[in-house]
């Protein structure tokens, strides 16, 4: 049984083929497009600039998924696309990096830190790009209610 706040919480954003789409296909995706980049790099850059060689190309492909293929609606459903990204970031870098590879000087840094801050804060920036100057989003008029 499900304890009624959670119930509450989850009537928010309802689950559908959209967000399972936008916040666990598209935050796995951009994660392992990350990832991938991450041990293509491996050999040629050294450890401590790989985060800031993959960060333009994340920064460039996010926005890309945000501008041409998440359909938000509301601030609400872009604020859950946030911590979903920023979720799944933080708990598969823990898992396939930090766990699994065990960096010898660590591997929490700047550059990490800063990719976690912008998962988060790139969904809602766009969100409110968009709403602000009333963007054409696919064939339909972009508008984010409050």
């Given at each position: 049984m499900i304890p009624a706040r959670a119930a509450n919480w989850m009537a928010v954003i309802?689950?559908?083929?959209?967000?399972?789409?936008?916040?666990?296909?598209?935050?796995v995706a951009l994660w392992l497009i990350g990832y991938v980049l991450g041990i293509v790099l491996f050999p040629v850059v050294p450890t401590s600039a790989i985060g800031w060689v993959i960060m333009p190309v994340g920064i460039a492909v996010t926005l890309w998924v945000l501008l041409r293929k998440v359909r938000a609606d509301s601030f609400r459903y872009l604020l859950a696309l946030s911590v979903a990204w920023t979720l799944i970031a933080i708990a598969f870098d823990y898992v396939f990096l930090v766990r699994l590879f065990e960096p010898a000087d660590g591997y929490y840094k700047l550059d990490v830190y800063l990719y976690y801050a912008l998962t988060f804060a790139l969904p809602l920036a766009v969100g409110w790009r968009k709403n602000a100057r009333g963007v054409p989003e696919h064939s339909s008029r972009a508008t984010l209610s409050r």
């Open positions: 309802p689950v559908s083929r959209q967000v399972l789409r936008d916040g666990l296909g598209w935050g």
